[in-house]
């Protein structure tokens, strides 16, 4: 008895955890960034211990708690994030890889993000990306009114040129932000897991991280596009490259870090240095371009191989 009774109280506790992470995300201004990427791991550790169809019916138990005392939240919080935990959790459950599971994370949350977006435009009539641009081009605004003696108009430009190019790039934006929060929530629940004695699969090391030389040709053939083909604004064609664009250069930086990563690993360097490296090209985003030049060229000529023939 005490056996069929645990998964409904543990149930419970959990319905209780998400609960407090919702108030804590609507009303803590200050932790709110923190827990919003806490908000699926009550789902992926209650799916990973007890199965697809206990976490189903806990997912409808907190919605159906959540269209008593806060209706509209309802849908979007169960949709968001109910769902990606319950995946993530059965797919580790499941023993599928790190970049297995991390795949069925960011579709789920891609899927949710389109589905937000839609009901945003349908049923409230607000455009998501038309409001970040109204506030964004407010906030370029107020600066260029406020430093009329710095001249620098080709700045402003430059960052309404940027805002306008939202909504071309919307889908990429999708796909980049599903991935990264899906990235982040597997890496948050894993450690909860491992804590709890459950055994996970865990992503290798970044060092040896790679993709296949085929995306060389991917981001050739696309930047050949962009800059000697002549394509409509708005087509079809203009916005599958300019998509892809933003996706594929991540890649490479990616694929760079990999390298850098790589080489402090085999010159057996603290790898605290590598990580410094990575925040400054968070930090100083022209960095970036030269970790992504590296990215290039180790995917053409194959840097890591060439660097540990010569350990």
């Not at 108030?23 to 201004?29: D, E, S």
């Not at 827990?35 to 806990?58: D, E, Q, S």
């Not at 806060?70 to 994030?81: D, H, N, Q, S, V």
């Not at 620098?152 to 430009?157: G, H, L, R």
Request: glycine share 6%.
């Amino acid at each position: 008895m005490m056996n069929e009774t645990s998964p409904i109280k543990e149930g419970a506790l959990y319905i209780g955890i998400y609960l407090l992470l919702i108030m804590a995300t609507l009303f803590v201004p200050v932790i709110s960034l923190f827990t919003m990427f806490l908000l699926p791991v009550p789902f992926i550790i209650f799916a990973a211990k007890h199965g697809l169809r206990p976490a189903i019916f806990l997912m409808t138990v907190s919605f159906a708690v959540l269209l008593i005392i806060a209706y509209p939240l309802a849908i979007i919080f169960t949709i968001t994030f109910a769902s990606t935990g319950v995946v993530i959790g059965e797919l580790y459950r499941r023993k599928k890889t790190a970049f297995g599971v991390l795949l069925g994370g960011s579709l789920t949350f891609i899927a949710a993000i389109i589905l937000n977006f839609i009901g945003s435009i349908v049923i409230l009539d607000v455009h998501p990306i038309e409001s970040v641009q109204d506030a964004l081009y407010e906030s370029v605004e107020t600066t260029e009114s406020l430093l009329p003696m710095l001249g620098q108009d080709d700045t402003f430009e430059t960052a309404a040129g940027f805002i306008d190019g939202l909504t071309t790039v919307t889908p990429a934006l999708f796909i980049i932000l599903g991935i990264s929060y899906a990235f982040t929530v597997q890496w948050i629940a894993s450690f909860i897991l491992r804590k709890r004695k459950v055994d996970v699969t865990r992503f290798p090391p970044l060092r040896e991280w790679g993709f296949p030389k085929s995306f060389i040709w991917y981001y050739l053939i696309m930047y050949i596009f962009i800059y000697f083909v002549d394509m409509e604004e708005g087509s079809a064609l203009y916005m599958a490259m300019y998509n892809l664009l933003p996706i594929l250069e991540l890649i490479m930086v990616i694929q760079g870090l990999a390298c850098i990563f790589f080489f402090f690993h085999v010159k057996k360097i603290h790898k605290a240095v590598p990580v410094a490296i990575l925040f400054l090209g968070i930090l100083f985003p022209p960095l970036l371009y030269l970790i992504r030049i590296l990215g290039i060229i180790d995917l053409v000529f194959d840097l890591r191989k060439r660097m540990d023939t010569n350990r």
